[in-house]
């Protein structure tokens, strides 16, 4: 799984290290609901929001590096965003699934940096997200890489409105009526990007594969 090189905070304001994320008690890695989570880690249980993290870490950094397309903008909009998701605890409130909370603050958080940095650069520095299992045969470690190289090539190609949709749908797993809350547009806004994109992904990667 993907992880950053930098860690969140944790609510310690200490860096939460992969070698801090133990194992949790199945009751609460497994039975609880993310908003519950929440609103235990709101009211100052920070074991609920060490098992958010774990449930939703590398997943947010794989959305943000295949949007912003470079390494370092991803870490640093990675810790910003659980950043602002600590620093907001005390006002969270369970209008909507946690994941559409989490995710709309990351993407107000990439938006952001575009507005601070007009000249955002469209260079792609993405290299493998993590390390192969030792397990893998080195056939399937090949193809997996294969694999992961050609959707970033893929992904790269879209224009930013459709990476994005495309992203929250695959990454986060939100609907279109999540995504369409999380973007600020309307469902059938998000439906179009979506399909568009959905189209423009198969079509890029068959002529990939076609020209190998």
């Not at 224009?159 to 992203?167: F, G, I, T």
Request: hydrophobic fraction near 35%; proline fraction near 5%; charged fraction near 30%.
């Amino acid at each position: 799984m993907a992880v950053a090189r930098n860690p969140p905070l944790d609510p310690g304001y200490g860096l939460l290290s992969r070698a801090d994320q133990v194992a949790y008690p199945p009751p609460m890695k497994d039975a609880l609901r993310d908003s519950a989570l929440m609103l235990r880690y709101r009211d100052g249980d920070v074991d609920a929001f060490r098992v958010l993290y774990e449930r939703h870490n590398d997943s947010l950094y794989r959305y943000l590096l295949r949007l912003c397309k470079h390494r370092d903008i991803a870490e640093d909009l990675y810790q910003e965003a659980w950043s602002k998701i600590i620093k907001s605890r005390q006002r969270y409130r369970p209008t909507a699934k946690f994941t559409t909370f989490l995710y709309r603050v990351a993407h107000n958080c990439f938006i952001d940096h575009i507005r601070r940095n007009k000249r955002h650069t469209n260079e792609i520095s993405i290299d493998p997200d993590d390390s192969p299992s030792t397990t893998d045969e080195p056939l399937q470690v090949t193809e997996r890489l294969i694999a992961r190289e050609r959707l970033n090539r893929a992904l790269a190609k879209l224009p930013q409105e459709q990476r994005d949709v495309v992203l929250l749908f695959l990454e986060a797993g939100l609907n279109l009526d999540e995504i369409a809350s999380v973007t600020d547009v309307n469902r059938e806004t998000a439906k179009s990007r979506l399909r568009y994109a959905t189209a423009k992904l198969k079509a890029a990667l068959a002529t990939d594969i076609h020209h190998e």
